[in-house]
């Protein structure tokens, strides 16, 4: 697979969708899984699924009148690209500049630095067992 790029958001939309469901969708249950929130035109779901078709994250089966359209990229792979992404973009590609960013704001709550502490405690562990 080529390496994954980030993706706009109405094409993230649109693999959310695909992912929630957990299965291949027709384009009918792909509009009724965006929907409310994106009320789009069945023309803009198919050059939605096109675009990403293009770039590798889902396949387009023909099925009678109309396709099927199945993720190739799972949400965890996107999950790495994506975290990577914001990691380098707006921290210099420092977990400590991000950890000290969400410390400045007020974002983590005492619990959340004990799960931190314990969680990277556990990763350091596994490093040195492997």
């Known amino acids: 697979m080529a390496e994954l790029k980030r993706l706009p958001d109405a094409e ?20 009724a899984m965006l929907a409310p929130a994106h009320a789009w035109a069945p023309t803009t779901v198919l050059n939605l699924a096109a675009r990403l078709e293009g770039k590798g994250f889902v396949a387009r089966h023909k099925q009678g009148r109309g396709n099927l359209i199945e993720p190739l990229v799972t949400r965890e792979e996107y999950l790495a690209v994506e975290s990577r992404s914001a990691l380098e973009r707006m921290f210099g590609g420092s977990a400590r500049n ?22 990277l405690e556990e990763l350091s562990r596994n490093e040195t067992e492997g």
């Open 98 to 119: 991000l950890v000290a960013a969400l410390h400045q704001c007020h974002a983590l709550s005492r619990q959340d630095i004990r799960d931190l502490t314990d969680y």
């Open 12 to 31: 993230l939309a649109l693999m959310q969708a695909l992912w929630q469901a957990g299965r291949t969708l027709t384009r009918p249950e792909l509009e």
